[in-house]
């Protein structure tokens, strides 16, 4: 009788053995035999999930986006104040340092995508315009800013603190970059 | 009798077909013989300046800081008020349309980097440092703002545009973008 597979599990453990391998040997020392050696999984279990090295990366960042769309999305059924929710899905964006390799994966990616000329407007950047809209269609946002702005204020900001994070730059623990984001939600909320 | 030849030029002309090759081919299509290629230059002339891979991305990227920081350093030279003077500074490190290539080679850069565990703090992090600094020891800046968590934000929030620039998020043209920056100088410039 052949063993029954866990299909979420194997998928989350060949994408944590990606993301390492990613992270240590960039895109270019990333192979369907270097991840299945990763996860100490037979070549067949792990071409099951990709086969190209594209399929791979494609793989890797869907996982990571997936993972941070649930937990983005838990914060929304919080009964909580709009800001403090908003405050908290957007801290979501900036990986605690156990997962600053989805953001190495992450680098990798686009990387890769500006090379091919692939790049398109990704889930994240999308999720925070229509965070914003709603937040603005509720009348929770001041009348007197641009919102699209205001939208892409935040996003470099958010996205250049991860980033910094990421290359060592930032000195200051998450209890201060959250007050940091903060500051911003404070200057356009009501 | 051998050709003359003007290293400075051949180093730009080398440079550019550097980043070039990298931004189409990633670091890991980048050789001395490929770019010998773009350039139009025998493998000979291009090894004067690298050999290995390594030496080449530090070679391109070396170019890039040094231009960088020759433009920033004339924009020092002018005589202008310190806030115009510094958002004059801080524009340069936002690529132009026809500049971005830098941006994409900064971005293997990093990878690269990180993969290797050798990022330092790079030299424009050390100029941002420096120059808020000295602003504040001018008592040019207000005195009940929290130094180092305002250029952490300021950094932060500029190679986050540069980064939405290259990839294509940032709808907005270069004088939004200014007045975007010169709000955070006017929050914390007296």
Redesign the interface.
């Known amino acids: 009788m052949p063993k029954i597979v866990n299909h979420e599990e194997r998928k989350a453990l060949i994408a944590k053995a990606t993301w390492n391998v990613i992270?240590?040997?960039?895109?270019?020392g990333a192979s369907v035999r270097s991840i299945a050696k990763e996860a100490n999984l037979s070549l067949g279990a792990v071409r099951h999930y990709f086969n190209t090295q594209e399929e791979l990366l494609e793989f890797a960042m869907q996982l990571v986006e997936e993972q941070a769309t649930e937990r983005i999305m838990e914060h929304a059924k919080q009964q909580l104040p709009p800001k403090e929710v908003t405050l908290n899905m957007l801290m979501e964006l900036i990986p605690p340092e156990d997962r600053v390799v989805e953001m190495?994966v992450w680098?990798?990616y686009?990387?890769?995508k500006?090379?091919k000329k692939e790049?398109k407007?990704?889930s994240v950047?999308q999720g925070i315009n229509l965070i914003m809209n709603k937040l603005n269609d509720a009348g929770l946002l001041k009348v007197d800013i641009n919102l699209?702005?205001e939208i892409?204020?935040l996003?470099?900001?958010?996205?250049?603190?991860a980033?910094?994070l990421?290359?060592?730059?930032?000195?200051?623990g998450r209890d201060?970059i959250r007050a940091?984001i903060e500051r911003e939600l404070d200057r356009i909320f009501i």
């Open positions: 992270a240590r040997d960039g895109l270019g190495q680098l990798e686009i990387s890769y500006l090379r790049l407007e990704d950047h699209e702005e892409i204020h996003h470099a900001l958010i996205d250049g603190i980033l910094h990421l290359m060592g730059f930032i000195t200051i201060r940091l």
